[in-house]
């Protein structure tokens, strides 16, 4: 018996080894190795069972690791199409299949102690008044972890010993599974019942579900090549039935009801689902919400979660239960579409626009497209939701790639709320000394009226910090970080200035630090949330305040302290970053305040008008949730910005079809596919120099093509990041599986200086 086995260690290649008689029952497609490689014995993970090899003298596998195949045939289908198509080695791609807590088992299930009773038919033995009570909590419990019952029985193991010894308990070490949301008390929810919108698209959900789960029996485990090339058809085999959809539904209009009812129907005839959402540990409710439907009730199963919020032991333990079959419906961040979920019916990726599902590392995969390729490899449907869908899903959905479902309203009769633009022009003129005030008059007012009527506002500002940079006004010195081509943010309470980037921190200084100018009178300027809290505190000063952003956020459970007290109405204004901008549910905010829209406008990306659309239409979408109408404020600089116009209509289909203009004519996605080149180093002549290199041997192996665009080398927007500068080589082209071949060519071909970096980002969302 043979084994193909790809190694821990990148090498981009797979070695074969012959299987030992006593380990053949363990070595299964999946099964983590140990194997002989030079000298040392190294991991590996078998991805084959060929029944001949080319090499002679094969060295034999040295041991198992592990539980018998931790990574399903279908996954590892999975990785591999994602080392081709992201074009990373595979041990890259299957490292991140699995949580590090199983990779590496570390964790490990937990054992404690557990005292169970031994029951005494012919009556007791002489007991202590205290031994005696101990037995009495025990009869009414039977049995116990050891910390509980010296807990509850307030005594010591001396007295369990005792009465361990007179044969009246067991001791003796149990499982103990973890639980990361077993303090929460969950009420049970029973199915609402659905309006017309909510229940079409359920219906078209559920015969998706159908018809795959009919073309089911007999899939393959043909691997699928860039089916989400838009240009190409999905390459599979037999009749291509729409297996994805595009709910397209604005905030509030009941997608998760939907989501709940359509998994509910896989698990009604055995099938699994999973679903995906971004920053789940933000979103405490919605784990929640599929926890109450599915923890009782006919389809009963219990809800796994996974994020890299928990412990490793609890993601060991979730893991373990879905691998197990006993969860049937996973809920997680990205890394969760890796599931092993058998029997996979439904895949569901909650906002699907977001960019955190893209990981910002090698394999720099997508979950949103890896999920519309698992959908296809398992004949699982999947179904992409959105109150603006991305550019590029809603472009497919368009070309009938994917099926279009509308829920153009809110739920029962609520109504979306009224935008109103502030111009920040208009009030920098009325003000004194041409900056305006970081509340205009009209949304003070409307604050005023929420604080007197007992409603909550959320006010947004996508900056933390106080302020954004520390100026000289004599010689125009601008406080900078040493490793990274941005300016300091000074943060008020840590009385520091820090770096976004790399965190570097520096003390405050008293005068201007540069030679020859020691002007005392260095002023800050910009604004960040720490600022914006407190201003508001002086505006307001019987409001209840609080700030959410990654400064206030040191401890694990600060987000849902302060979401709780938000909800309870223990707070009346809530000041945050992005963080606060989704999926929060506040039936009692009937007014938010955009401080500053202009922000992600000014990015140096052909998504920067994109992300400020969905930006304000996700959290505008987060005011009159409730009975009350809501009112939301946008101040602006730029207040005739198509991104503003449109968030402020509601109007996603005017923003997609002026947008998509744009990037039709300059060819950038959805149009076509970008792959990008960032090659970094220490020394900024040796990388510009290499890079120039590399375009060469790029264009030696592009010659001829004609779908194609090379643009660059140039330095990076942020040209120097940790210490590192950074230049881009940046490819399009309509069909990115033919390209990502050159491209993983380029990299296991062209030998670059040691001190240099080759990164390559095959769809990229981040360009900076
Ligand atoms: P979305 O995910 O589209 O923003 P939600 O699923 O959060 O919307 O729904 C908003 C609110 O409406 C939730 O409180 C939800 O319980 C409620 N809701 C959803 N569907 C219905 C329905 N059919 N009838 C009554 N309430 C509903
Ligand atoms: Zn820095």
Redesign the pocket.
């Known amino acids: 018996m043979i084994a193909r086995v790809t190694l821990e260690i990148a090498l981009r290649k797979e070695f074969d080894y012959s299987v030992p008689e006593e380990l053949a029952a363990e070595v299964v497609i999946g099964t983590r190795v140990k194997v002989p490689f030079g000298p040392r014995l190294v991991t590996g993970v078998v991805t084959d069972l060929p029944e001949s090899s080319t090499h002679t003298n094969l060295k034999p596998i040295a041991s198992v690791l592990g539980v018998r195949g931790l990574i399903t045939p279908r996954v590892l289908a999975l990785a591999r199409w994602i080392a081709t198509y992201y074009c990373c080695p595979v041990e890259v791609a299957l490292k991140s299949v699995l949580p590090d807590a199983v990779r590496k088992e570390d964790a490990g299930w937990r054992e404690r102690l557990h005292v169970s009773l031994i029951p005494q038919p012919t009556g007791l033995p002489k007991l202590t008044q205290r031994q005696h009570d101990i037995w009495k909590i025990l009869e009414e419990w039977r049995e116990m972890s050891l910390q509980d019952l010296l807990r509850i029985g307030e005594t010591t193991s001396e007295t369990i010993r005792r009465l361990q010894e007179k044969g009246l308990l067991r001791i003796a070490p149990r499982i103990d599974e973890r639980d990361p949301y077993g303090r929460e008390q969950i009420l049970p929810t029973q199915p ?4 017309s919108e ?1 229940a079409k698209a359920l219906a078209a959900i559920v015969s998706a579900t159908d018809e795959r789960f009919v073309a089911g029996h007999g899939a393959s485990l043909e691997p699928v090549s860039d089916v989400t090339d838009p240009q190409l058809p999905a390459k599979r085999k037999g009749p291509a039935n729409p297996g994805t959809l595009l709910l397209h ?9 939907v989501y709940l009812q359509a998994l509910a129907h896989c698990l009604g005839r055995g099938q699994g689902g999973i679903v995906l959402v971004p920053e789940i540990s933000l979103t405490p409710q919605t784990v929640e919400r599929f926890k109450a439907r599915f923890n009782t009730g006919p389809h009963a199963t219990l809800v796994a979660v996974l994020h890299s919020h928990l412990s490793s032991g609890e993601r060991h333990d979730e893991w373990h239960k879905i691998r197990q079959g006993r969860a049937r419906i996973v809920i997680g961040a990205r890394s969760a579409i890796f599931a092993p979920v058998d029997r996979l019916g439904l895949i569901i990726v909650d906002e699907e626009h977001e960019h955190s599902y893209k990981q910002e590392e090698a394999p720099r995969y997508h979950a949103r497209d890896v999920a519309v390729v698992r959908g296809m490899q398992e004949d699982a449907v999947v179904v992409l ?1 959105s ?1 603006t869908p991305s550019m590029e899903s809603y472009y497919n959905a368009r070309s009938r790639k994917y099926t279009l479902l509308e ?1 153009p309203s809110r ?2 009769d609520l109504k979306m709320p009224v935008v109103r633009i502030v111009d920040l022009r208009e009030e920098s003129r009325r003000a004194k000394g041409g900056v305006p005030a970081i509340f205009s008059q009209p949304l003070k007012e409307a604050i005023t009226q929420r604080l007197e009527r007992s409603e909550q506002t959320i006010l947004f500002l996508n900056r933390r910090g106080y302020s954004t940079s520390l100026q000289c006004s004599k010689c125009g010195y601008v406080a900078g970080c040493p490793n990274c081509s941005v300016g300091l943010t000074f943060h008020r309470q840590a009385q520091k200035l820090m770096c976004h980037i790399c965190g570097h921190e520096e003390v405050v200084p008293s005068k201007c630090p540069a030679p020859e100018c020691g002007n005392p009178a260095i002023r800050f300027s910009g604004l960040g949330t720490e600022k914006v809290e407190d201003v508001l505190r002086k505006l307001f000063p019987r409001a209840r305040v609080a700030r959410m952003d990654r400064d206030t956020l040191k401890r694990k459970d600060d987000y849902r302290r302060i979401l709780s007290d938000f909800r309870t109405g223990k707070l009346d204004i809530l000041v945050g970053t992005q963080m606060i901008a989704k999926g929060l ?1 506040f039936p009692n905010v009937t007014l938010v305040g955009v401080l500053y829209a202009d922000l992600s406008l000014h990015v140096p990306d052909f998504r920067a008008g994109e992300r400020t659309f969905q930006l304000l239409t996700q959290v505008s ?1 987060r005011a009159g ?1 409730g009975d009350v109408e809501g009112e939301v404020f946008i101040q602006s600089f730029t207040p005739f910005h198509p991104a503003i116009q449109y968030a402020r209509r509601h109007d996603f289909l005017g923003f997609y079809d002026q947008e998509i203009e744009f990037r039709e004519q300059l060819k950038y996605p959805p149009a076509a596919r970008v792959a990008l080149l960032t090659l970094k180093g220490r020394n900024e002549d040796k990388v510009k120099f290499t890079v120039g290199y590399l375009r060469k041997e790029l264009e030696k192996r592009l010659s001829g093509w004609r779908d194609l665009i090379i643009a660059g080398p140039a330095p990076a927007p942020l040209l120097r990041a940790e210490g590192f500068y950074r230049h881009q080589i940046m490819l399009r082209t309509r069909v990115m599986s033919r390209l990502a071949g050159v491209l993983t060519d380029i990299q296991t071909t062209v030998a670059l200086p040691e001190d240099l970096t080759l990164t390559v980002d095959v769809d990229p969302v981040n360009l900076v």
């Open positions: 609402l019942v659905l309006n909510q539904g604005v905030t509030g209009s009941g997608k998760t009801e939701g109150a829920m739920v029962t549910h979408g949730r």
